[in-house]
C-alpha cells in the first residue's frame, strides 16, 4: 500500500471505531488533513470541503509535528476531541468559533476524557483554548485499548522533525533534510529497525497493550529515527485564520484574531 494510502487509512479505522464505540456511529465521514500548526495538535472545521455534485464534508486535521514525541493515547485523544466538536455541529449546539461550552464538556466527560483549561484536575471546564485527560474508567480509555489490539490499525508512518526551538518556515525544514536524510533511511522504511526490534514492539501491543498505549514513539522506535530542526533567533511567525486565510507575520507566541471571522488565528510557521 503507498504512504499516503496506509497514514489515511490507520485515521479512517480509527475514526470509525470511536464513532462506533463512543458515538452509536451517529458522526458522518469526514475528510482528514495532516497540517503542521504549531500549537495546536488538531482542529475540526464543519463544511469545509464539497464535492462536485454539492455535497458537504467536514474536515478533520491532525498535526503531524507532534506525533513522533506524543504518547499513542495522546494521538487518539487528539482525534476524539475533534469528533466530539463534529458531534455537536451535528447534533448539538456549538457557541461562536473557538469557543469550547458547556455542552461540549458534557460529552467529552460522557465519553471518558475530562475538559480541562490546564490540562489537569481543577482547571475550568469551558473555555477557547481546551485541554482535556483522560478519565480512568471512562469509555475513551477502554476503546483506545480495543483500537490497539486491533490486527489491522497500527499508525504506520511518524514525522521525523522534532524541535530543539520551534522552527519558522518550509525552508528550515528543506534546508535540513539533505544534511540530516541518509540515503537508506529515506528510501527504506524499515531500514534502521532490526527484525527483533520489530517484533518486539508487535509483541508490546498484545502482552501489555495499556504499556504500549501510553508509551511515546521516542521510545518505540531508534533514536536515529528522528531528527532535531536548526534554531533560528529573532524571527517572525506567520498567522493565518483558519477561515478566511487572512494571513499576518508577527513575533512568535502572540495571540491575534480576525475581527471579521471572530475566530483565532493560527500560528501555521510549521
Given amino acids: 500500500m503507498r504512504p499516503t494510502d496506509e497514514l489515511y487509512r490507520s485515521l479512517e479505522l480509527a475514526y470509525q471505531h470511536f464513532n462506533v464505540c463512543l458515538f452509536n456511529n451517529t458522526l458522518p465521514l469526514v475528510l482528514f488533513t495532516l497540517q503542521r500548526q504549531k500549537g495546536t495538535m488538531g482542529y475540526?472545521?464543519?463544511?469545509?470541503?464539497?464535492?462536485t455534485e454539492g455535497e458537504y464534508c467536514h474536515e478533520i486535521s491532525i498535526n503531524p509535528a507532534h506525533m513522533g514525541s506524543s504518547r499513542i493515547v495522546d494521538v487518539m485523544q487528539t482525534l476524539v476531541h475533534e469528533m466530539v466538536h463534529c458531534w455537536q455541529f451535528c447534533h448539538g449546539s456549538p457557541s461562536r468559533n473557538g469557543y469550547h461550552n458547556k455542552e461540549w464538556a458534557y460529552k467529552m466527560i460522557e465519553i471518558g476524557l475530562q475538559p480541562s483549561s490546564t490540562g489537569e484536575p481543577g482547571g475550568d471546564i469551558v473555555g477557547n483554548h481546551m485541554n482535556d485527560y483522560i478519565i480512568e474508567s471512562g469509555l475513551f480509555k477502554k476503546s483506545c485499548l480495543d483500537l490497539i489490539q486491533k490486527e489491522d490499525f497500527h499508525i504506520p508512518w511518524i514525522y521525523r522533525l522534532t524541535y530543539s526551538q520551534p522552527i519558522v518556515s518550509e525552508s528550515?525544514?528543506?534546508?535540513?533534510?539533505?544534511?540530516?536524510c541518509s540515503p537508506d533511511i529515506s528510501t527504506n522504511k524499515n531500514s534502521f529497525l532490526?527484525?527483533?526490534?520489530?517484533?518486539l514492539i508487535a509483541e508490546s501491543v498484545s502482552s501489555n497493550p495499556e504499556k504500549y498505549l501510553y508509551s511515546n514513539?521516542?521510545?518505540?522506535?531508534p533514536e536515529e529515527a528522528f531528527y532535531t530542526s536548526p534554531t533560528r533567533k529573532n524571527v517572525k511567525s506567520t498567522y493565518q485564520c483558519p477561515s478566511c486565510k487572512l494571513k499576518i507575520w508577527g513575533k512568535p507566541s502572540i495571540r491575534l484574531q480576525c475581527i471579521?471571522?471572530?475566530?483565532e488565528l493560527l500560528d501555521i510557521s510549521i
Fill in 44 to 51: 475540526f472545521v464543519a463544511d469545509r470541503w464539497t464535492s
Fill in 172 to 180: 528550515d525544514i528543506s534546508d535540513a533534510l539533505p544534511l540530516l
Fill in 194 to 199: 532490526e527484525d527483533k526490534e520489530v517484533e
Fill in 217 to 221: 514513539y521516542k521510545d518505540l522506535l
Fill in 260 to 263: 471579521e471571522c471572530d475566530i
